[in-house]
C-alpha cells in the first residue's frame, strides 16, 4: 500500500506500508496535522487547503478507507441500479456517442457472482433517460434521446418511449408512451406506488411542462394539472422545426408545471407525502401528489447547482419529522466555476411546505458532475466529479456527517469521475463507481470500488436469513447471532442513479423494539412517506458503528406483523434407561420453539411421581445422564426446553430404576423373528446367526 501525505507545509510524504496500517500507525499520521490518502496508484491532486474537519469516530478505524479496480464495462453505465436480485442494470442507449446516434443501443446486466455482463440492444434511444425503481423491483425508464443535437436546430430533442425492465425475467417491456418526448426528465416514487414525472426537452427540444403519472398496475401515463394554476405549455413552442407549437396543454384552472423548472431537476418525496424540487436552479418548488398543485417554496442561497446535487438526509421514522434536504456542490451558472459551498433546505426548522435555508460548512473540493451515496451509517459521500467544466478530476471523495454538519476527506480514487458517471452502494457496504463521459463518444471504462472504513474495522454484525417484513407501521425483525451488540439498525433505499443524483437516495433510522438472543424486532417505516413502496437495504450497526451487509427486502411486507414469540411447547417422548449407578434420559424436541431457538432443556427429578424438582440444565441437546443415582431406587423425570422468552411446561414423565448389571446370559436367551429382523441380545446371537446363515 501507498500512503501519500499532505502535511500544512503542502509537502507530500510517500510511504509505502503493509496492507494494513496499524492502528499506532494510523493514529501516527493524524497526529501529525496530516491529510492521510491511501491508494493503489496515486492521483496527483493535492488538497486545495488543509483545514479539515475534526477526524469523525471512522478515523479510529485502521482506515478511512480502500478503493479497489474492477473489471471494465463494455458500455457506459449511464443510468445504473442495484436490481433486487443483487444484480447490476446499466444503460447507454447510444451512450453519449454521435456515431452510434441511430444505433446500436444499449444496455447491460452484470452479475456480480460471475462477474459477467449480458448486453440488451434495444430499438430506441434510451440515452439520457429518467430510471427509477417501481416498488415491484422493475425498473421504469421515461424518455431519452430522439435526435442528437447535429440536426438544424442545435438542440437535442426527447423521445416518449416508455419501458419496464422485468427483474424476474430480465428482459425489457415496452410500455405505453408519455404524451411528448423528455429528454433529461425527473421522475420520483410517490408514497402511492405510483411514479410522478416531470420535465425533459420535448421531441422539438422545448421544455415538456406536463406532470405525468405512471400507474404500475395498468402501464399507462396520465396528465395531471395544477387547479391552482392557469399556466400553459405548447408542444416544440419557440421551435421553427415543421409541426411545432401545437397542442397546447394547460390554462384557466388547470395549469402545467411552474414556468422556471429545468431539465433533471433534483426531486425528493419527503415524510409531509410532498414532492420537493430543486437543486438544480435557485428556485425550489413543492408539489401535492393529492392536489397536483405547485407552490413555490423559496429560494436557495446558491445562485444554481448545475450538476451539484439533493440528497434527503437520514430520517428518524417519526410522524412529526418533515426532512432535511442537504444541496451541495455545481455550477451557480451555466459555464461557470463550479464550487464548493452546501447548504440545507430544513424543513424541520420550517414548515412542510417552506423550508428553511441554512448555510453549511463548504466541502474542501469545489466540484460539479458529483455523485451521492448514502452509507449504511447514515453519512452522505459526496464522489467523483470536476473542479471545471468537465476536465479536472477531483479524486477525493468527501463524507458528510448530518449530526454535526462536518465534512472528512477520504482516501482518493485512481480512476476521475466526470459527466455521466456513476456511483451506487452495492448490498456489501462497497460503493461501485463506473462511467464517465470525457467528450463525445469516449467514456471511462473502468470501474472502481470503495471499501469504507467499516471494511476495517473488526468483525462486523451479520444477518443471518431473510427478515420478516411487516407492512407500515408494523414490525421487522431481522435474524442476527450478534443480536445483543446491535444499537441500531438503517434502512436504505436500494440505488438507482443517473446524471449526478439518485431520486429514491434516502436512510431511514428505524427504532429497536425489542431483541432476543437470534433476532431483532425494529419499527418498520411508519408511512409510506418516509419509505415508499419497494426495495430496501436493511442493516444492523454494532455499538461502534459498524453496519451488516445490507440484506434486501421488500416494503410493504407481504405479511403482518410477526406474532411475538413465547416459550416453547413442552419437550416430547421423554424416555428413561436404567443403567448400573446412572439412569440415561432421550426425549424429543417440542412441536414449537415458540418463534425463537431453543437454547437449552431444563431437568426435574424426584423419588415419587409428580413431584420433580430442577435437577439440571444441559445445552440444545436431546439427552442427559444422571450419575447422582442408587441402584434399586425408582426415579422419576421430567424436562422442559428454554427459549429466549423462558421456559415450556413440563414433559411426560419418565422413571427407571437403577441396577447392578444382570447376570450374563444363558445360551437360550437370544431370539429372532425373522430372517431378517434379527433381535441381537449379546454376542452368541452374531455367532448363532452365522451358523444358522439368518441373513
Ligand atoms: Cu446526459
Redesign the pocket.
Known amino acids: 500500500m501507498v500512503i501519500h501525505i499532505v502535511n500544512t507545509n503542502k509537502q507530500e510524504i510517500t510511504m509505502v506500508v503493509g496492507s494494513t496500517l496499524s492502528r499506532r500507525e494510523f493514529l501516527k499520521l493524524l497526529g501529525a496535522g496530516a491529510m492521510v490518502g491511501i491508494l493503489g496508484k496515486f492521483a496527483n491532486f493535492g488538497p486545495q487547503n488543509t483545514q479539515f474537519q475534526p477526524i469523525s469516530r471512522e478515523a479510529s478505524a485502521q482506515s478511512l478507507g480502500q478503493w479497489s479496480i474492477g473489471a471494465n464495462t463494455s458500455i457506459p453505465p ?1 443510468h445504473a441500479a442495484v436490481l433486487r436480485n443483487g444484480k447490476i442494470l446499466y444503460l447507454s442507449g447510444s451512450g ?1 456517442n454521435s456515431g452510434n446516434q441511430f444505433g446500436p443501443f444499449k444496455a447491460a446486466l452484470f452479475d456480480p457472482g460471475t462477474n459477467s455482463e449480458s448486453i440488451y440492444v434495444m430499438p430506441d434511444d434510451l ?2 433517460c429518467g430510471f427509477s425503481q417501481l416498488g415491484n423491483g422493475n425498473i421504469l425508464i421515461v424518455g431519452g434521446t430522439k435526435d442528437y443535437d447535429t440536426g438544424t436546430d442545435g438542440k437535442w430533442h426527447g423521445t416518449n418511449v416508455a419501458y419496464e425492465f422485468d427483474v424476474d425475467s430480465s428482459s425489457f417491456l415496452k410500455v405505453q408512451s408519455m404524451a411528448h418526448g423528455r429528454w ?1 426528465p425527473s421522475m420520483s416514487i410517490l408514497p402511492s406506488g405510483k411514479v410522478f414525472v416531470m420535465t425533459g426537452y420535448d421531441e422539438y427540444g422545448t421544455l415538456n411542462g406536463l406532470t405525468e403519472i405512471y400507474d404500475p398496475t395498468l402501464k399507462t401515463f396520465s396528465i395531471e394539472y395544477d387547479p391552482s394554476s392557469s399556466l400553459v405549455y405548447c408542444v416544440g413552442s419557440g421551435s421553427t422545426l415543421p409541426g411545432a407549437g401545437s397542442p397546447c396543454y394547460g390554462g384557466t384552472n388547470h395549469g402545467v408545471n411552474p414556468s422556471s423548472t429545468t431539465v433533471y431537476s433534483r426531486t425528493i418525496v419527503m415524510p409531509s407525502g410532498l414532492v420537493f424540487r430543486g437543486g438544480q436552479k435557485q428556485s425550489l418548488y413543492m408539489w401535492d401528489p393529492i392536489t397536483g398543485k405547485w407552490t413555490s417554496a423559496g429560494n436557495m442561497i446558491a445562485l444554481g447547482r448545475k450538476y451539484g446535487t439533493a440528497v434527503l438526509l437520514p430520517l428518524e421514522n417519526t410522524t412529526s419529522e418533515r426532512g432535511r434536504v442537504l444541496l451541495v456542490g455545481g455550477q451557480p451558472t451555466s459555464g461557470g466555476n463550479p464550487v464548493n459551498t452546501a447548504e440545507i433546505a430544513d424543513f424541520n426548522a420550517g414548515t412542510n411546505l417552506t423550508p428553511v435555508i441554512k448555510s453549511v460548512p463548504s466541502m474542501n473540493y469545489a466540484r460539479m458532475y458529483v455523485l451521492p451515496v448514502m452509507l449504511p451509517t447514515g453519512k452522505v459521500v459526496i464522489f467523483g466529479g470536476t473542479s471545471d467544466m468537465n476536465t479536472t478530476f477531483v479524486f477525493y471523495p468527501e463524507m458528510f456527517d448530518p449530526v454535526n454538519n462536518t465534512w472528512t476527506a477520504l482516501p482518493p480514487a485512481s480512476v476521475g469521475r466526470q ?2 458517471s456513476v456511483a451506487m452502494l452495492l448490498p456489501d457496504g462497497r460503493v461501485w463507481t463506473a462511467s464517465g463521459t470525457p467528450s463525445m463518444s469516449k467514456f471511462e471504462p473502468r470501474i472502481e470500488l470503495f471499501s469504507p472504513w467499516y471494511f476495517f474495522a473488526g468483525p462486523r454484525p451479520t444477518i443471518s436469513g431473510p427478515p420478516t417484513v411487516g407492512p407500515y407501521g408494523g414490525t421487522i425483525t431481522i435474524p442476527t447471532a450478534d443480536a445483543s451488540s446491535i444499537s441500531s439498525v438503517s434502512l436504505v433505499k436500494i440505488p438507482n442513479t443517473t ?1 449526478h443524483y439518485d431520486f429514491e437516495l434516502r436512510l431511514v433510522w428505524l427504532q429497536i423494539q425489542s431483541t432476543t438472543s437470534s433476532s431483532v424486532t425494529v419499527s418498520s417505516p411508519v408511512n409510506a412517506n418516509l419509505a415508499p413502496p419497494g426495495y430496501y437495504l436493511i442493516h444492523v450497526l454494532n455499538s461502534s458503528g459498524v453496519p451488516s451487509a445490507g440484506q434486501i427486502i421488500q416494503l410493504p411486507g407481504l405479511s403482518g406483523p410477526p406474532p411475538s414469540p413465547t416459550v416453547p411447547s413442552d419437550p416430547l417422548s421423554l424416555q428413561a434407561t436404567a443403567g448400573d449407578a446412572q439412569v440415561y434420559l432421550s426425549w424429543a424436541a417440542p412441536s414449537s420453539n415458540g418463534g425463537s431457538s431453543i437454547t437449552s432443556y431444563k431437568i426435574y427429578r424426584s423419588a415419587s411421581s409428580g413431584t420433580e424438582t430442577f435437577l439440571a440444565a444441559t445445552g440444545n441437546v436431546l439427552s442427559y445422564t444422571d450419575t447422582a443415582v442408587t441402584n434399586d431406587q425408582t426415579y422419576f423425570y421430567k424436562v422442559t426446553a428454554v427459549n429466549s422468552v423462558g421456559e415450556s411446561s413440563q414433559s411426560n414423565e419418565a422413571s427407571a430404576i437403577p441396577s447392578t448389571p444382570p447376570p450374563p446370559p444363558g445360551p437360550n436367551s437370544f431370539n429372532y423373528t425373522t430372517s431378517d429382523n434379527v433381535s441381537i441380545k449379546d454376542s452368541l446371537t452374531e455367532r448363532l446367526r452365522k451358523h444358522h446363515k439368518f441373513s
Request: glycine content about 0%; proline content about 0%; some cysteine.
Open positions: 449511464i453519449y440515452f439520457c433529461y459527466y455521466h446524471h
